[in-house]
């Protein structure tokens, strides 16, 4: 979306014809001060991403005391159709953008409600399945940059976002065709049976939960960037020639979907032969070890500008080791953080602190998103190296939190 709207989306004779966009803009500057189109760019996807991530707060209250969670789950998935469909006009870019928000907030939580109710509790295949679900995920997410991004080369971005628009369609179809062999719904609370209090132990796992928000924002702020300047910064630096022809630049998206995939599998391998000898990481610990590695990877591309300088560009093999990295620090840092969500909270509100477990992302990504407005102030290497101590931090201070916030969830 970033490379759509630089590119193409709010210059001059296409920004003028987005509906709503002249008041839309004054508000975001109102609070930011003026802004370049990268800037506006980047802030705009910093919100997008954000907001995706804060309104399955909601969707996870719909899904869990009203509607239930297969049905909220297909509303969510007409909505974010719909967004896509409205996402081929330049006219309707702000409400595509409010319809895949709200999609979005419908459909994340209660699809990682319904996974975990696959499990009974204390089951530790739980982690296990959560990967899986992920693998899958990113399995979809491989494809998707791919044929996006061939048919907006081939035509343009419009007939790309259609593209999604009628894939969409077909996942809803077949969601609502499997519908009946899913997990039941848990009882939803009515007005003649109000919800029953939590206990004091819950209401403790709560408040460590809603504690750990801000600290996961950390890692947020620098994998948000990957979707956001990460790609501009593909398109000025990185030689995407093979052989005479030019890589679109989505296509590294789709690498970064097809790396957990590939990576998955050992991590797991890695985390049964720990537990076989009693040295398993905890969440805390794999969730630190996830930011560490992360870390390293914005460090590498910080080192791409001191080995080839900000005028060379840097080979695509760079950019792919940099996915690889990046990716085995999401491996133990994602599913991690949501299957611990998933465990610790109360099954009373198991779907709405998953919700609270997205509020991270929306966090981190609202401030990467400031942060990308600084793109075109800083040299390449000290806009990565910043990322880098950001996540870094993160990594520090899970480390440091990992007993105590062990023993504290335990009791």
């Not at 509790?121 to 399995?139: A, P, S």
């Not at 009628?166 to 065709?177: C, K, N, P």
């Not at 009515?190 to 206990?199: E, F, G, I, M």
């Not at 709560?206 to 600290?215: G, Q, T």
């Amino acid at each position: 979306m970033v490379l759509y709207m630089v590119d193409e989306l709010l210059l001059s004779g296409h920004v003028e014809n987005i509906a709503g966009f002249a008041p839309f803009r004054a508000g975001v500057e109102s609070i930011t001060g003026p802004l370049s189109t990268q800037a506006l760019a980047a802030q705009i996807f910093g919100l997008f991403a954000g907001l995706a991530r804060f309104t399955p707060v909601f969707g996870g209250l719909i899904g869990d005391r009203w509607l239930g969670r297969k049905y909220t789950i297909a509303i969510g998935a007409l909505l974010m159709t719909a967004g896509n469909f409205a996402m081929a006009t330049e006219r309707l870019f702000l409400l595509a953008v409010l319809l895949m928000i709200l999609g979005a907030g419908c459909m994340a939580v209660n699809l990682q409600s319904q996974v975990g109710g696959l499990y009974m509790q204390g089951d530790r295949r739980r982690d296990d399945g959560f990967q899986i679900y992920y693998l899958l995920l990113n399995l979809g997410a491989f494809f998707a940059p791919i044929l996006s991004g061939w048919i907006g080369q081939q035509w343009n971005w419009h007939a790309a976002f259609a593209s999604a628009g009628f894939a969409m369609l077909i996942g809803l179809v077949i969601y609502v065709l499997g519908m009946r062999d899913m997990p039941a719904d848990p009882p939803r609370r009515t007005q003649a049976a109000p919800a029953a209090k939590l206990t004091a132990a819950e209401r403790r796992s709560v408040l460590i939960l809603l504690a750990l928000v801000p600290l996961m924002a950390l890692f947020w702020v620098a994998q948000s960037q990957v979707w956001n300047v990460y790609n501009l910064w593909v398109r000025d630096h990185v030689n995407l020639s093979i052989y005479g022809w030019s890589m679109p630049v989505p296509w590294l998206q789709a690498l970064d979907a097809l790396a957990p995939a590939i990576l998955v599998p050992p991590v797991l391998a890695l985390w049964r032969w720990q537990a076989a000898r009693g040295a398993e990481p905890s969440d805390i610990g794999k969730m630190a070890i996830g930011c560490a590695i992360f870390g390293v990877g914005t460090l590498w591309l910080a080192a791409a500008s001191w080995v080839f300088g900000d005028v060379a560009r840097v080979p695509l093999l760079w950019a792919v080791a940099f996915h690889f990295l990046s990716n085995a620090g999401w491996v133990f840092f994602v599913p991690i953080a949501v299957a611990l969500f998933a465990r610790a909270a109360p099954a009373k509100v198991n779907a709405m602190m998953l919700g609270i477990n997205s509020m991270s992302v929306f966090v981190g990504s609202t401030i990467s998103g400031r942060i990308g407005g600084f793109y075109e102030t800083m040299t390449p290497a000290n806009f990565w190296l910043l990322h880098t101590a950001i996540i870094g931090a993160g990594a520090v201070i899970f480390a440091l939190l990992d007993r105590p916030l062990r023993r504290a969830l335990a009791r």
